[in-house]
C-alpha cells in the first residue's frame, strides 16, 4: 500500500482516486488555490462537486495552505495541474520532494523554449526543482482516451504510463492497474507527451467543422450531416502527429494507437476544446471566441501557441517542409493570427500522393 497524494482538484487529479483507492492505497487530495470551494466540499461531506459524486474510501482533503502535512511520508505525487499551473506546482513541490519520490503528471502540453524547441510539461515542472533534488526525483506521465467522469464510474479505460526509467513506470502501472483501468508502458516519455499534446490540438480541427455545420443551419432535410469532413480532418490529424512524432524521433506508431488517434477520438466528443472549434467555425475570430470562454483553461490554444513559434525552426533544423502540416498551419493562422476559419481538405494526405 502506497500513500499518494494528488496535487489539484480538478476533473482529471481528482478521478486519479478511484483506481488508486480500489488498490488500497491511501490518496490524499489537495486542491490549488483555485480549488478552495472543491476542497470544502470535500471535506464537508466527501462530495467532489464537479465529478458529482461521493469520493471513494482512502481519500482526505487538503487546503492548498497544508500541502506540506499532505506531502509527509507521500511515495507518490500526482500532478492534476492544468498546463498553465506546471510552473506553480514546480515551485510548490520543490522543498517538499524526497529523493526517489515519483511525480506522475496528467497535465497536456507543450511549451516553447527559449532556444527554439518544444519542452514536455515533465521537464518543464523538473527545470523549477533545485538542482539538488531534481535528478533526485522520477517524472512520469500518462496519456490515452481517458475521460474523468467515465473513470470515477469505473467504467473501463486503457491508457498508457510513460517514464524514462523502465522500473519506475513499470512500477506505477502497478500501483494503478485495476479490472478497469488498464495501463500499458513506454519509455519514450517525449512521444507520450507530444501525442497527449497534439490531440488537443487536432480537437480544434473537429470543432471546426462542427461549427461550420451550425452555421449552414444544422444537418439538412434529408439529414444529411457533415461526418465525412469530420472523418477528413480525423485522419488528416493524425497523419500530423505522425509527422511531428517522426521529426522530434518518437515512437510514430502512437499516432494510431491510445496517445493519439484514441484519445483524439474521446477528445472529440465534447468539452471546451471542441467548443472553441465549434465558435471559430461558426465565424467567431479567436478574439470573440476567446471571449466568449473568458473562464475556460484552453490548453489546446497554448500548444498552437508553441507551435507556432517553433515550426518554423523545424523547417530549418529538423527536415519539416514548408508546406507539410497544412491543418496545424491552418489552426495556427485562425488562432494566433485571427485569419477566418478555412480548412484546407486540398493539401491533405500529400503522403497519399507518392504511396
Known sequence: MANVTIVGAGLMGTAMAWPLSDKGHHVRLVGTHLDAETISGCKKNRFHPRLNRELPRNVDSYYVEEIAAALEETDLIVSGVNSLGVHWIGRTLAPHLRPEQVILAVTKGLEATPQGDLAILPDVLAGELPPEIRDQVQYAA?????????????????????????DCVEKLAQVFRTPYYHVWTTQDLVGLEYSAALKNVYTLGLGLVAGMLEKTGGPDSASAFMHNAAAAVFAQGCTEIERLLGVVGASTFFSSGLPGAGDLYVTGAGGRTVRLGQLLGKGQSYAEARQIMADETLESVEAVRALSIVLPKMVQRNGLEPDELPLMRALIDIVIYGKPAVIPFESFFRNMRTA
Open 142 to 166: 500518462v496519456g490515452g482516451p481517458c475521460i474523468a467522469g467515465e473513470l470515477a464510474g469505473r467504467r473501463q479505460t486503457c491508457v498508457v504510463f510513460g517514464s524514462r526509467d523502465q
